[in-house]
């Protein structure tokens, strides 16, 4: 841990420098002043809508800071060559990505804290401005959903590590951490559609349903951590589901993580 | 100093040739054959999946499409057959936003508001409402819409009171709801229903006033009840339906025909059902 700390703290400080942060917390706020916008063209459910732009926004800003500042933090090492003089120091490699991640979970932590802000002022100023439309609105649903957003992100930069501990060029990490969260948010449903095809009137061959499951158990089921209806409706969500979500995105990320650190330990640098 | 006046000279060409520009092709674009919108919306499974973790937000968007969409037909003079082809096109968006996240009741209120002014459009309206009505099980309003739909545009005054009886079971229902209900139960011959349904809904009901409104026609309902049984035992015993509610009293069926507490009087009517001259309304001055 004594080793870990200081390289996660330059990391955070690292990422917070980082000139991309400010024009993704720059959309996010334009997202957010949107939401007054968007809310005035509303009938009814104007506290739905409020919310559903306000968690999208965050969620969204927060993909893109994973993606766009999260890899450059541990694949910039690796693209400059200033991993050596990191490895070089009396640190295992183990460590290193354990301090990377921490480092940035950090910054994933502080930036949804600092973009959960806001979207909790917008929500509010637009209850404030149409106070007769928010008839089922509660704020606990919203903040356990920004907390779950939280985990997502996290799991997602803990993928972004695995990509970035045995490519080269920190450009497959994006490609494939990108096509990990669509993959992510889909498998579910798509397991879900294969193995009842009849439903919607399709024919599946029991490769591609091997080839769904398979795919179902290695990739994240990131869909688990979209709570984002639930609470613009405040539809009940059982403390036993958020209990589980929660367990599950720590397990799936430190198995990753500590797969990350295995093949990192045993990669060759030219 | 001169280079930079020259410069701006040039900039200011610039702009000024942009602007024309943008002017004069923006004209020609106009006439460039442009392909039909032909409305086309994804189908929801599809659209779910596309849409991710933004289900939400997505629904938001498909609303406020199908809220556009129907504005042309305001602010244009539109043909009645192209009129047609923007109420299938408001429909599919409006489908589509409930098809993302069926909770939401912006897109039911909009489509049962504005499409059904055309009748043809009432049975899909419907199914829409549908996908709705037992998710947002603390609404009354979906099965509201519902019960006037069957109604009003079907005639179809069973259907109709069930939706309604399932509305005014739901929190903060409008009172009117209940009465409507068994007051359309007992229209479509469902007196025995309607009898129950508004047995339950008094049970909960704590509002003075309000249990005094259904204690009346709950005792008119039951009456009615009364003697429909009344004529189905003078057909079993006799052999025919009577002509008059006296029929039953001469031949000592009943004792006495009851008094209705509108203050009309029964009679069978010609379809062989049991009505009041009051038609179960207060007369318009009080009672």
Same mark, same amino acid.
């Given at each position: 841990?004594?080793?870990?700390?200081?390289?996660?703290?330059?990391?955070?400080?690292?990422?917070?420098?980082?000139? =991309?942060? +400010?024009?993704?917390?720059?959309?996010?706020?334009?997202?957010?002043?949107?939401?007054?916008?968007? #809310?005035?063209?509303?009938?009814?459910?104007?506290?739905?809508?409020?919310?559903?732009?306000?968690?999208?926004?965050?969620?969204?800003?927060?993909?893109?800071?994973?993606?766009?500042?999260?890899?450059?933090?541990?694949?910039?090492?690796?693209?400059?060559?200033?991993?050596?003089?990191?490895?070089?120091?009396?640190?295992?490699?183990?460590?290193?990505?354990?301090?990377?991640?921490?480092?940035?979970?950090?910054?994933?932590?502080?930036?949804?804290?600092?973009?959960?802000? #806001?979207?909790?002022?917008?929500?509010?100023?637009?209850?404030?401005?149409?106070?007769?439309?928010?008839?089922?609105?509660?704020?606990?649903?919203?903040?356990?959903?920004?907390?779950?957003?939280?985990?997502?992100?996290?799991?997602?930069?803990?993928?972004?590590?695995?990509?970035?501990?045995?490519?080269?060029?920190?450009?497959?990490?994006?490609?494939?951490?990108?096509?990990?969260?669509?993959?992510?948010?889909?498998?579910?449903?798509?397991?879900?559609?294969?193995?009842?095809?009849?439903?919607?009137?399709?024919?599946?061959? =029991?490769?591609?349903?091997?080839?769904?499951?398979?795919?179902? +158990?290695?990739?994240?089921?990131?869909?688990?951590?979209?709570?984002?209806?639930?609470?613009?409706?405040?539809?009940?969500?059982?403390?036993? +589901?958020?209990?589980?979500?929660?367990? +599950?995105?720590?397990?799936?990320?430190?198995?990753?993580?500590?797969?990350?650190?295995?093949?990192?330990?045993?990669?060759?640098?030219? | 100093?001169?280079? !930079?006046?020259?410069?701006?000279?040039?900039?200011?060409?610039?702009?000024?040739?942009?602007?024309?520009?943008?002017?004069?092709?923006?004209?020609?674009?106009? &006439?460039?054959?442009?392909?039909?919108?032909?409305?086309? !919306?994804?189908?929801?499974?599809?659209?779910?999946?596309?849409?991710?973790?933004?289900?939400?937000?997505?629904?938001?968007?498909?609303?406020?499409?199908?809220?556009?969409?129907?504005?042309?037909?305001?602010?244009?003079? $539109?043909?009645?057959?192209?009129?047609?082809?923007?109420?299938?096109?408001?429909?599919?968006?409006?489908?589509?936003?409930?098809?993302?996240?069926?909770?939401?009741?912006?897109?039911?209120?909009?489509?049962?508001?504005?499409?059904?002014?055309?009748?043809?459009? &009432?049975?899909?309206?419907?199914?829409?409402?549908?996908?709705?009505?037992?998710?947002?099980?603390?609404?009354?309003?979906?099965?509201?819409?519902?019960?006037?739909?069957?109604?009003?545009?079907? %005639?179809?005054?069973?259907?109709?009171?069930?939706?309604?009886?399932?509305?005014? %079971?739901?929190?903060?229902?409008?009172?009117?709801?209940?009465?409507?209900?068994?007051?359309?139960?007992?229209?479509?011959?469902?007196?025995?229903?309607?009898?129950?349904?508004?047995?339950?809904?008094?049970?909960?009901?704590?509002?003075?006033?309000?249990? @005094?409104?259904?204690?009346?026609?709950?005792?008119?309902? @039951?009456?009615?009840?009364?003697?429909?049984?009344?004529?189905?035992?003078?057909?079993? %015993?006799?052999?025919?339906?009577?002509?008059?509610? %006296?029929?039953? !009293?001469?031949?000592?069926?009943?004792? @006495?025909?009851?008094?209705?507490?509108?203050?009309?009087?029964?009679?069978?009517?010609?379809?062989?059902?049991?009505?009041?001259?009051?038609?179960? $309304?207060?007369?318009?001055?009080?009672?």
């Amino acid at each position: 841990m004594k080793a870990i700390w200081p390289l996660a703290v330059i990391t955070f400080k690292e990422g917070i420098r980082n000139r =991309a942060i +400010y024009g993704i917390f720059l959309l996010a706020l334009l997202l957010f002043a949107a939401n007054f916008l968007i #809310c005035g063209m509303i009938m009814q459910e104007v506290g739905k809508v409020a919310v559903d732009i306000a968690l999208s926004a965050v969620s969204f800003s927060g993909l893109l800071l994973v993606l766009f500042v999260g890899i450059n933090l541990l694949a910039k090492d690796l693209d400059r060559r200033t991993i050596y003089m990191v490895l070089a120091r009396p640190i295992s490699r183990g460590q290193y990505i354990w301090g990377k991640f921490v480092g940035m979970t950090l910054l994933i932590f502080t930036a949804v804290a600092s973009l959960g802000g #806001c979207a909790l002022l917008s929500i509010g100023s637009v209850r404030f401005a149409f106070p007769n439309y928010f008839p089922r609105f509660a704020w606990e649903p919203v903040l356990w959903a920004l907390a779950l957003i939280a985990l997502m992100l996290v799991l997602l930069a803990a993928l972004s590590f695995l990509f970035a501990s045995f490519t080269t060029s920190s450009f497959v990490t994006l490609v494939l951490t990108v096509v990990s969260y669509f993959i992510g948010h889909g498998v579910s449903a798509i397991k879900a559609l294969v193995e009842a095809p009849e439903a919607v009137g399709i024919e599946v061959s =029991a490769a591609t349903v091997r080839l769904v499951k398979a795919a179902y +158990y290695m990739f994240p089921n990131l869909s688990l951590f979209d709570i984002k209806i639930q609470a613009a409706h405040n539809l009940e969500i059982p403390w036993t +589901y958020l209990a589980g979500t929660i367990a +599950y995105g720590l397990v799936y990320t430190i198995m990753i993580v500590f797969l990350a650190g295995l093949i990192f330990s045993r990669r060759e640098f030219p | 100093m001169r280079r !930079v006046a020259v410069g701006v000279l040039l900039l200011i060409c610039l702009g000024m040739a942009h602007v024309f520009l943008l002017e004069n092709t923006s004209r020609a674009q106009r &006439v460039l054959p442009q392909p039909q919108d032909s409305g086309y !919306v994804l189908p929801g499974p599809l659209l779910r999946l596309i849409a991710g973790e933004f289900r939400g937000l997505a629904a938001d968007i498909y609303f406020l499409k199908g809220l556009v969409t129907f504005g042309r037909t305001l602010e244009q003079r $539109v043909e009645d057959a192209e009129k047609e082809q923007v109420w299938q096109q408001v429909f599919a968006l409006l489908d589509a936003a409930t098809d993302l996240d069926p909770y939401f009741f912006d897109p039911y209120y909009f489509a049962n508001a504005s499409l059904s002014r055309n009748p043809a459009m &009432v049975p899909k309206i419907n199914t829409m409402l549908e996908k709705g009505l037992y998710l947002r099980d603390w609404d009354w309003m979906l099965p509201f819409y519902l019960g006037f739909n069957h109604f009003y545009y079907l %005639q179809d005054n069973v259907k109709a009171s069930e939706y309604l009886m399932l509305g005014a %079971q739901r929190p903060n229902a409008m009172p009117l709801l209940t009465t409507l209900a068994a007051r359309l139960a007992y229209k479509g011959n469902r007196t025995e229903n309607a009898i129950g349904f508004l047995r339950g809904i008094l049970s909960k009901t704590e509002d003075e006033k309000t249990r @005094e409104l259904y204690q009346t026609r709950l005792e008119a309902l @039951e009456k009615i009840f009364y003697l429909e049984r009344a004529v189905a035992y003078h057909l079993e %015993q006799f052999g025919d339906e009577p002509k008059d509610l %006296q029929a039953l !009293v001469r031949r000592g069926v009943i004792p @006495e025909i009851p008094a209705d507490p509108y203050g009309g009087s029964f009679f069978i009517a010609d379809d062989g059902s049991i009505q009041s001259t009051s038609d179960l $309304v207060y007369a318009k001055d009080g009672k």
